[in-house]
């Protein structure tokens, strides 16, 4: 059996209460055209190919060449014509006095913090922070960083022992609750549209949960996307991930937001957990609250580690991803897409899918969580090679479609489901708080 389609099988054992078998099911011969070392392409075609399986269609028929424009969206993403600028100055690899850190500085209030502690300016540059790092090793940056409110890590070589103990926890760590006052919820769906009529609330930012989110919504969920006021996203991020949802901003703490969760029949969340806690949107606390509720919950580093803020960038540098896929075997490198992110979008979004047949069956509440980490350990699982192979040209013609957003031209990927098609994102915040 595959790489891609054991992690397949074993993904729809730990989500599927019968565990089936997978008949039919085969991977394609031709591999997701992500080159690296570590088994990027496999990994893509499972975690889209669980989401395929839960909708009810068969990953045989995913197009490896759009799975990889979906991984990689942010190289077909334009706006008006012109390609935005994803990656901010501040955000990447820097050398210490003793070694490596990855920093993410593309949200303003993580820039600021970087810079603060480097004891730097508010208009510090690149070369500014690249000098004053040089000068301090990994772990006093890191502590600097941190100190102020910033993200760093240190650029680490695998431990193998850890990543061997993490496979050893489900990939989708599902729970059910028994809710007696919880009734069994029918799904009013169609064969197309599974999830039509399902209502979901989603508490999450950047890339792996408006993915999981953005796949419901492709499914047919009623989805609004829920944001803090005061705290902006990128235009870009939320257009390239944000189809098919509506938009709005609200303070969690409000009434209108408990009435909104009362009528949910899911909810996503992607803050850091600490975060939930503070504001009971734990997901204890939720389903104690609202019986029938489907609970889904994703973070950087893991429930031991709630405190902890992360992206993608910045696991795969912890985690040892970054060294395994080292250009020259000195710099540091990176996976050919946000793979950790996607994945676990796309995983997260079959367990929820599943998870609300699941309930429609044997009624009760729900719960399931995957973290980025958990995710890297499974691809530092898998079986590796040498060096990355060649890149892979894909014709994106194919797979990008476009949308009229007000007065704005938008191409984005398509989806990697197949089959299916996108609606348009709406403008970010543009929304009612209501279903």
């Keep these: 059996m595959s790489a891609g389609l054991a992690l397949l099988s074993r993904v729809w054992r730990e989500l599927d209460g019968e565990a089936r078998a997978l008949d039919g099911v085969a991977e394609p ?26 909708a009810g269609r068969n990953p045989s028929m995913l197009d490896p060449g759009r799975i990889a424009t979906a991984y990689r969206s942010d190289r077909v993403l334009t706006i008006d014509g012109t ?11 820097w050398q210490t006095a003793d070694g490596w850190i990855r920093t993410h500085g593309n949200y303003p209030h993580h820039a600021a913090g970087l810079r603060a502690g480097l004891r730097l300016g508010d208009t510090a540059e690149a070369t500014d922070v690249r000098d004053a790092l040089a000068a301090l090793t990994s772990a006093e940056a890191i502590e600097a960083i941190s100190a102020e409110g910033g993200l760093a890590v240190a650029v680490m070589a695998e431990h193998p ?91 969690a703490r409000s009434a209108r937001f408990d009435e909104l969760l009362a009528e949910a029949d899911a909810v996503v969340l992607g803050y850091r957990p600490a975060a939930l806690d503070r504001l009971g949107l734990d997901p204890q606390s939720l389903l104690r609250r609202h019986p029938g509720l489907v609970v889904a919950q994703l973070s950087a580093w893991g429930a031991d580690h709630p405190q902890r803020a992360g992206f993608d960038s910045l696991v795969q540098a912890e985690s040892g991803i970054a060294l395994i896929e080292s250009p020259d075997g000195e710099r540091p490198g990176a996976l050919p897409a946000q793979a950790l992110d996607h994945s676990a979008g796309y995983l997260l979004a079959a367990a929820i899918t599943m998870l609300l047949r699941r309930r429609a069956i044997e009624g ?44 704005v031209e938008l191409v984005t990927a398509k989806p990697a489901l197949p089959g299916l098609e996108f609606a348009a994102p709406r403008p970010w915040g543009a929304d009612q708080p209501g279903w």
């Design 29 to 54: 011969a031709t591999a997701v055209p992500l080159p690296s070392r570590l088994a990027t392409g496999r990994l893509a075609w499972a975690s889209v190919g669980a989401a395929t399986l839960a």
């Design 83 to 93: 390609a935005p600028p994803v990656w901010a100055a501040l955000s990447g690899f």
């Design 161 to 251: 022992a850890l990543d061997a103990a993490l496979r050893q926890t489900p990939l989708l760590d599902v729970r059910g609750y028994d809710s007696p006052a919880a009734p069994r919820a029918v799904l009013p769906g169609s064969a197309s549209r599974p999830l039509e009529g399902i209502r979901i609330l989603d508490l999450t930012r950047v890339i792996a949960g408006p993915v999981c989110t953005r796949t419901l919504a492709l499914l047919g969920a009623d989805v609004l996307r829920v944001d803090p006021p005061g705290l902006l996203e990128p235009e870009w991020q939320h257009l390239d991930t944000g189809h098919g949802k509506r938009s709005t901003l609200l303070d």
């Design 364 to 407: 009760g509440s729900w719960w399931v969580q995957t973290s980025l980490r958990r995710v890297a350990a499974e691809l530092l699982g898998m079986p590796r090679r040498a060096e990355p192979g060649a890149e892979v040209a894909v014709d994106p013609a194919a797979h990008i479609a476009h949308f009229s957003i007000g007065d």
